[in-house]
């Protein structure tokens, strides 16, 4: 007797081919024809992490996450799609160290911390929104995504984040006989207000401005606990995506994005501002028929560099910007190459290889710091889809990854370092440069309610990331939910 076809819907929005497209769909226009099938799902989750020592002190020991989220693609005519997702999270982060802001690592290094930190408690919304249509040979889309976040804490140092995050983007696509090439344009717009406070009077602690590498604003520490940061940049996306089941496909992306630090308490002063740029380029060939294949080279370059406002003396609370000084220097460089394989048929299964090279180097200017450190990487990821009878659908995932150090310094002067600043910088530099492996699996069953487009689905993932010196993480997540 034949095996049954897994679940066509599924398969089309679930499947791990999909991350050859991630690229090319963050052009709405291009969005607008990923599946030719509706999907809609709600689900309700629960994500648990624990560390035995923080990694990252600034990103604490772990967390615990509840989740609901429902997500659309609906095809309103052959020309024609709309998508959208709406999601709440509630949960909280524990032993967070040396960070007092949300979003830590979109604005280190110029963020507020103190020594002491503790459990912080996280509330985010997210929707988005989008829609895409053809027009003879152009395709046309757009749409938005919005998230705000708050991060608070109820015990002393007293932390409360709130952020307002708004992305708009718009796309088109002309097609040839052999490629859709398209171009996308993406703005973001961002701010966040953060105060500290303490209820107790006696004992209270230093809040430091950060300005890399355990140095800090001396002069506005202490004392100015109220801030804002106001940013955004701009995006251009550039597309080659071939419209047969196979060819050449490339995806290049280019940002430019700041994140300034204002007091709110000394009549709005800015202190620093952050830059990043970044470079994405996304190029290879693939085939999607019985058996899928692909190859393909994946590059980022980001280069992050922060100044510093030499500030006057204060004149009716009105502060003179003397010198604006660039003091803070990060470039990344992540390379890696990507084989998948897989087979469509009774059973859908898929199989990608990466192996890669990542490079990150921070630098103070004065007194001069440096971190640097490099790493190999190598990730494989499977996938497995089959039909179980006539109503149930299984889905198992494996993922396994490892990388390898090969080359790191530190150079901190000691005596220009708080002794607190420097034991974080210690801390965090022992993990940058360690060895570590990664270990996950997930399942999921979708149980389809008969002679219904409905279905209902439970899914279990789990996973641990060990290190070459004394740490684990270890994570579970199950989610429940319907489909329709």
């Known amino acids: 007797m034949a095996v049954a076809q897994p679940d066509s819907t599924l398969v089309e929005h679930k499947t791990i081919w999909n991350t050859t497209q991630a690229e090319a769909w963050k052009n709405p226009a291009l969005y607008g024809k990923a599946f030719t099938l509706p999907y809609s799902e709600l689900a309700l989750s629960l994500d648990y992490d624990k560390q035995t020592t923080a990694f990252v002190l600034q990103q604490?020991?772990?967390?615990?996450?509840?989740?609901?989220?429902?997500?659309?693609f609906l095809r309103m005519s052959d020309n024609a799609a709309v998508w959208g997702k709406a999601s709440y999270m509630n949960g909280v982060a524990r032993n967070i160290r040396f960070s007092s802001v949300a979003d830590y690592e979109l604005l280190e290094p110029y963020i507020l911390a103190d020594t002491d930190g503790g459990k912080t408690k996280r509330e985010r919304y997210v929707f988005e929104g989008g829609y895409a249509t053809q027009l003879d040979k152009w395709l046309i889309g757009a749409e938005m995504l919005f998230r705000a976040e708050h991060e608070y804490r109820t015990y002393d140092p007293r932390m409360r984040a709130i952020v307002t995050d708004l992305t708009l983007r718009a796309g088109a696509a002309y097609q040839t006989s052999a490629y859709n090439w398209g171009a996308a344009a993406q703005l973001n717009i961002y701010k966040q207000t953060e105060s500290v406070k303490f209820m107790r009077e006696v004992g209270a602690l230093t809040e430091y401005q950060m300005t890399g590498l355990g140095t800090i604003y001396a002069r506005f520490s202490g004392e100015v606990n109220n801030l804002y940061f106001k940013g955004g940049g701009l995006q251009l996306l550039l597309n080659a995506?071939?419209?047969?089941?196979?060819?050449?496909?490339?995806?290049?992306?280019?940002?430019?994005?700041?994140?300034?630090?204002?007091?709110?308490?000394?009549?709005?002063?800015?202190?620093t501002k952050l830059y990043r740029d970044e470079l994405h380029l996304q190029a290879g060939w693939k085939q999607q028929k019985n058996t899928d294949m692909a190859f393909f080279l994946d590059a980022k370059l980001t280069k992050r560099a922060g100044n510093e406002n030499i500030v006057g003396s204060s004149l009716s609370n009105n502060y003179s910007i003397l010198a604006t000084l660039t003091m803070y220097k990060n470039a990344i460089t992540d390379i890696n190459f990507n084989a998948l394989y897989g087979r469509?048929?009774?059973t859908d299964w898929h199989v990608q290889l990466k192996g890669g090279y990542l490079k990150n180097n921070e630098k103070y200017m004065e007194p001069k710091r440096e971190i640097d450190y490099s790493q190999l990487y190598t990730q494989l990821n499977g996938q497995y889809i089959c039909q179980l009878g006539k109503q149930t659908t299984l889905t198992c995932q494996l993922q396994g990854g490892f990388f390898k150090n090969l080359d790191s310094k530190m150079n901190i002067p000691v005596v220009n370092t708080?002794?607190?600043?420097?034991?974080?910088?210690?801390?965090?530099?022992?993990?940058?440069?360690?060895?570590?492996?990664?270990a996950d699996a997930a399942i999921r069953v979708d149980y389809h309610i008969r002679n219904t487009h409905y279905a209902t689905f439970a899914a279990v993932s789990g996973g641990a990331i060990g290190c070459s010196e004394d740490g684990k993480d270890s994570h579970l997540a199950v989610t429940l939910g319907m489909t329709f």
Do not use: C, W
């Open 241 to 271: 995506q071939p419209r047969a089941q196979q060819g050449l496909f490339g995806n290049l992306s280019l940002g430019s994005h700041h994140y300034e630090r204002v007091a709110a308490s000394l009549n709005s002063l800015p202190l």
């Open 60 to 72: 604490g020991t772990g967390h615990t996450l509840y989740n609901i989220e429902a997500n659309t």
């Open 418 to 438: 708080e002794p607190s600043l420097l034991s974080m910088l210690n801390h965090n530099y022992k993990y940058l440069k360690a060895d570590n492996y990664s």
């Open 344 to 346: 469509n048929g009774h």
